[in-house]
């Protein structure tokens, strides 16, 4: 039987979940970057509401590479574009046209050559 956890306890641990939940979603891209090459500088990032979303945005499809990772939250999708943005350089961000703030999927996908997406 689980025990009941008093309230300020319970909110600690689910903000902790959150926290490690969003720097593994941070580590994934940032993985995914890496593994694929270019700087952080030439990769954008943004928002969707649904992951079939992503493929109707004209610029992810004509990349060769490209990544979605689905959050828990619009929070934390926020969250992990901001650090994303302000940390690495990755373009975009969550303010840019064709993201969806009320979304939870975070993707990210290579510039073709020469653009300023």
């Not at 306890?9 to 941070?26: D, F, P, S, W, Y």
């Not at 689905?70 to 926020?78: C, G, H, K, L």
């Amino acid at each position: 039987m689980e025990e009941e956890l008093p309230n300020s306890e319970r909110k600690l641990r689910i903000c902790r979940t959150h926290n490690q939940h969003e720097q593994e979603v941070i580590d994934n891209i940032k993985n995914y970057i890496q593994d694929r090459g270019g700087g952080y500088s030439s990769w954008c990032i943004s928002i969707a509401g649904e992951p079939h979303d992503i493929v109707l945005h004209a610029r992810v499809g004509r990349s060769l590479f490209w990544m979605y990772q689905e959050t828990a939250s619009p929070q934390i999708a926020r969250a992990v574009v901001d650090h994303l943005v302000s940390t690495v350089g990755v373009d975009g961000g969550a303010g840019k046209q064709g993201s969806d703030n009320t979304g939870s999927v975070v993707y990210i996908y290579k510039k073709a050559h020469g653009s300023h997406d």
